[in-house]
C-alpha cells in the first residue's frame, strides 16, 4: 500500500487480490470471532442516509485501536491500525467515529493517519467536544468556553482535516444531568459557536451522544422541535438487551426503545454505540449461546446484535470497536449484506434477551472512562474476569456444588493471571473517583467489594 492518497477506485484494484483470499469466513462454534470459521462471503456494504449525505451501516469505533508498549508507555500500534483501516476500507466502511479522550488521547492522530491515504471525500469522520471533565471544576463561563474551543479546534490538527463531517456533544445526560448539560454547551456560547461552525461548512452534520438522565435527552429533543436547535444525528446505545431491559442494570438508565422511537419520530437519524455491550453479547452465557446457535448454527453469536441494529432503519450507523482483524472480519460478515431480523426473529432474540437479564453480570463496556485509578487498580479487566467467570460456570455456590474444586481453582487461577496482584480489588480503597465518569451508572466501589469477598472466600476456603 503506497503512502500517498490513491483513489478509491486505484485502491480497489490494487487490492482485489489480496483480499479475496480474506473475504469468505464465519463463526467459531462458541460464539466468539477467529478459529475454524464456516462459509460466509462478506457482500457488498449497506449505506444510510443522513440528509444529502451517505454512510455506511458498519461503523468504525475508534476507541479500541490495539496499542504496544513503546519506551514503558502504552501507544497506539499505528501499522496495526492502518491494517485495520485498509481492511475496513477496501470493504466499504466510509464512517470513522473518534474522540479526543479516545486511547488516553491518542486515537484522532492515529485514525487521521490512517485515512489520510485516501481521498477526503472517500470517508467520512466523526468526532466530539469531550469537554466533561473541564466541567465541574470551578472554571468560569469564559473559561471553559476558551478550553472547549482549544479541543475543538486541536481535533482538526490531530485529524488532519479542514471539515469534520460529524460532530457531537460529547457524552450528555451524565453528572447532576441539565445543570451539567448547561455549564458545559450553553451558559458559554460553546453551542452558539458549534452552530456557526455548521453554517461555516466546518462542520457538515452536528449532533450529541447520550449517556444518563432521560430529562437530558428529552429537553435536547425539545429544542429540536421548537425549532432552536437542529439536531442532523444523535448518537445512543442500543443493543437486544437494552432494548427493554436497560433498568436491569441500573435503575436510572432508560430502554433504547424508547430512545430509537423518540428519534423515529423526528426523523432524526442514529448512530449506535455499544451494539456488544463492550463484548458482553457476543461472550454471552453458554445456555443463551446454545439458545442463539440453535436457529442460526452458521452466524456467530455477536452477528445477531448487529443485524438487530442494522434490522431498524433509522439506525445510521452501528459502530464496533474491532480491535482485532477478525472481529472486523466477523461484523463485515454480519452487515453486509444485511440480512434483516423477521418479526418471529425480533421475539427469538428478546426471549434471548430475556435469558441474559436474569444473569448477574455486571453492565462493564470496557470504555475505560473509571481509569486511571489513583490506587493503580486495573477496574475495566477486574470487573470483565468477574463477568467471564460467571458466564463460563466457574462461580461455585459453596463446597456443596459437585463442581466446586475445579470452578474455585479457575476463578483463583484466572485472576491472578488476568488481573496483577497490585491492581485487584482488594487494593481499593473506595474513593469512588471513578463512579461518576461510568456511563452505565456502576457502583464500582461496591463491585470491587463484592469481588474481593467473593475472592478472599475462595482464598480461604470457606465459601
Known amino acids: 500500500m503506497e503512502e500517498k492518497a490513491i483513489s478509491r477506485r486505484e485502491f480497489l484494484k490494487k487490492s482485489a487480490v489480496a483480499g479475496a483470499g ?3 469466513l464465519g463463526a467459531c462454534s462458541d460464539g466468539s470471532a477467529g478459529g475454524s470459521r464456516s462459509a460466509l462471503e462478506i457482500g457488498e456494504m449497506p449505506l444510510r442516509r443522513c440528509g444529502d449525505d451517505s454512510v455506511s451501516l ?14 514503558g508507555r502504552m501507544v497506539i500500534d499505528q501499522e496495526k491500525v492502518n491494517e485495520l483501516v485498509d481492511y475496513a476500507y477496501r470493504h466499504g466502511v466510509t464512517y470513522y467515529d473518534t474522540a479526543p479522550v479516545y486511547v488516553q488521547g491518542q486515537s484522532e492522530r492515529a485514525t487521521g493517519i490512517a485515512l489520510s491515504r485516501y481521498p477526503r471525500e472517500s470517508f467520512r469522520i466523526a468526532t466530539k467536544l469531550s469537554n466533561q471533565r473541564m466541567a465541574g471544576q470551578g472554571l468560569s463561563p469564559e473559561q471553559l468556553y476558551k478550553e472547549s474551543i482549544d479541543m475543538y479546534e486541536n481535533s482538526f490538527k490531530e485529524l488532519g482535516v479542514d471539515y469534520i463531517d460529524y460532530y457531537l456533544l460529547h457524552s450528555i445526560g451524565g453528572g447532576d444531568g441539565l445543570p451539567l448539560l448547561r455549564e458545559r454547551f450553553f451558559d458559554n456560547g460553546v453551542l452558539d ?4 461552525e455548521r453554517e461555516k461548512g466546518k462542520i457538515r452534520h452536528l449532533g450529541w451522544s447520550f449517556h444518563g438522565d432521560v430529562a437530558v435527552f428529552d429537553y435536547m429533543l425539545s429544542l429540536h422541535d421548537e425549532g432552536k436547535y437542529r439536531w442532523d444525528f444523535v448518537q445512543i446505545q442500543m443493543n437486544y438487551l437494552d432494548w427493554r431491559h436497560a433498568k436491569a442494570t441500573n435503575e436510572r438508565n432508560i430502554n433504547a426503545e424508547y430512545l430509537y422511537g423518540e428519534l423515529e419520530k423526528r426523523g432524526i437519524p442514529c448512530t449506535i454505540m455499544e451494539p456488544l455491550l463492550g463484548g458482553r453479547l457476543s461472550n454471552v452465557p453458554d445456555h443463551v449461546a446454545e439458545f442463539l446457535k440453535t436457529r442460526e448454527p452458521d452466524r456467530s453469536v455477536a452477528s445477531w446484535a448487529f443485524r438487530f441494529c442494522g434490522t431498524y432503519p433509522g439506525v445510521l450507523s452501528v459502530l464496533s470497536g474491532m480491535t482485532y482483524m477478525e472481529h472486523l472480519q466477523d461484523n463485515l460478515t454480519s452487515l453486509a449484506p444485511l440480512k434483516p431480523l423477521t418479526e418471529d426473529d425480533l421475539e427469538y432474540l428478546q426471549r434471548a434477551a430475556n435469558l441474559m437479564a436474569a444473569y448477574p453480570t455486571i453492565p462493564c463496556n470496557q470504555c475505560n472512562y473509571c481509569m486511571p485509578c489513583p490506587y493503580g487498580l486495573d477496574i475495566p479487566n477486574i470487573l470483565t474476569f468477574y463477568n467471564k467467570c460467571i458466564n463460563e460456570g466457574n ?5 456443596q456444588d459437585p463442581n466446586y474444586k475445579k470452578a474455585r481453582r479457575a476463578f483463583l487461577v484466572g485472576y491472578a493471571r488476568a488481573v496483577p496482584n497490585l491492581r485487584q480489588s482488594d487494593h ?9 465518569e461510568c456511563p452505565q451508572r ?10 474481593d469477598l467473593y475472592a478472599e472466600q475462595l482464598k480461604q476456603d470457606n465459601l
Open 428 to 436: 481499593c480503597t473506595g474513593c469512588n473517583q471513578c463512579s461518576p
Open 442 to 451: 456502576i457502583d464500582i466501589p461496591a463491585e470491587l467489594r463484592k469481588i
Open 58 to 71: 458498519l461503523g468504525y469505533g475508534c476507541m479500541r485501536w490495539p496499542t504496544v508498549m513503546q519506551n
Open 22 to 24: 480474506a473475504a469468505v
Open 193 to 196: 459557536f458549534l452552530v456557526k
Open 395 to 399: 462461580m461455585p455456590d459453596g463446597r
